[in-house]
C-alpha cells in the first residue's frame, strides 16, 4: 500500500536531514508538484521512495522494510528457483534452447561458453504473470482476493496487463509462502541487485533445469505468446472494421 505522508516525512528527514524538498526532487528526478500531491493526500508512492533512495545511494529494500507496511522485507526468503526462471525472458528461453544443442555456443550443457547469450535483465514482458504462475499452487488467486478483497477477476486483469501493485505483490508472496522480493522484481519496483540476488542467480536456476524441462517451458511460452499475439491481431482487426463503417 502506499506510504503513509507522516512516516514517510520522518523517513526522509532522518536519511536526509539538511535536503531540502527541492534538492529531493531535483536529485531523485521527481517533480515536486507530484511529491507535493502526494504529501497533501497523505499517500506517498513506493517508487517515490524508491527514486528518492536510488538517489541517496541506500538500499531501496532497507528503507522500504522501514514502514511497517514493510517491514516483512527485512531478512525476507530468497527466490526459489521456479521464481528466478520466471523472470527470464521468453527469447532468452528459446536462445537457451539453441545453446544447449548447437556445436556453436559449445554443445548442450556448456553454460560457460564465451557464445552462451547473457540474460536480459529483469523484468520483463510477462515478468508478473510469469511469477504468480510459478508460485501458484491452484488456488493462490483466491487465497489472495480473500486476503485483500481484490476480485478475482480484477487481480487477473492486473496480471493479464502484466502489472501488480507493489502492496498486492507483496500480499501474492505472503499467500504463496515465499520471499517477498520476487514479486518486486517481477513488477520492475526493485532491480534484482537491490531485491539481494546474486549476479548469477537467475542463469544458475536456468542452468539447472535439464534438457526436458527447458524445452517444455519454452514451449509453454511460445504457445502463451500466440495467444496473446492472436488477440491482438483480433482486436485490431475489429477496430479496423470500425473505423471502415464509421467512414
Known amino acids: 500500500m502506499p506510504l503513509p505522508a507522516k512516516a514517510f516525512q520522518l523517513w526522509l528527514h532522518g536519511v536526509a536531514p539538511t535536503a531540502s524538498t527541492a534538492d ?25 521512495l524508491v527514486s528518492i533512495s536510488r538517489a ?23 527466490p526459489t528457483p521456479a521464481e528466478l526462471v520466471s523472470q527470464i525472458a521468453t527469447m532468452d528461453l528459446l536462445r537457451a534452447v539453441i545453446s544447449r544443442s548447437s556445436p556453436a555456443y559449445g554443445g548442450y550443457g556448456d553454460a560457460g561458453s564465451a557464445l552462451t547469450p547473457e540474460l536480459s535483465p529483469a523484468p520483463h ?7 504468480v504462475d510459478a508460485i501458484d499452487d491452484g488456488e493462490l488467486r483466491h487465497r489472495v482476493s480473500a486476503a485483500t478483497g481484490v476480485a478475482p477477476q480484477n487481480y487477473s486483469a492486473q496480471l493479464t496487463a502484466n502489472r501488480l501493485s507493489p502492496e498486492l505483490a507483496v500480499a501474492t508472496a505472503r499467500a504463496a509462502g515465499v520471499g517477498f522480493t520476487g514479486g518486486l522484481v517481477a513488477t520492475g519496483l526493485l532491480t ?23 524445452t517444455a517451458l519454452a514451449g509453454e ?4 505468446l500466440g495467444k496473446t499475439l492472436r488477440r491482438q491481431e483480433h482486436e485490431h482487426e475489429q477496430t479496423k472494421k470500425i473505423w471502415e463503417n464509421l467512414g
Open 24 to 48: 529531493i526532487c531535483r536529485i531523485s528526478g521527481i517533480k515536486r508538484t507530484t511529491l507535493a500531491q502526494q504529501l497533501v493526500r497523505g499517500k506517498v508512492a513506493e517508487t517515490t
Open 56 to 78: 541517496l545511494k541506500r538500499s531501496p529494500l532497507e528503507d522500504l522494510a522501514w514502514f511497517e507496511s514493510y517491514s516483512e522485507l527485512s531478512g525476507a526468503k530468497a
Open 125 to 131: 514482458a510477462t515478468s508478473v504473470r510469469n511469477w
Open 192 to 214: 534484482e541487485r537491490e531485491a539481494g540476488w546474486a549476479p548469477d542467480a537467475r542463469q544458475l536456476a536456468l542452468d539447472a533445469l535439464s534438457d526436458g524441462d527447458l
Open 221 to 224: 511460452r511460445l504457445q502463451s
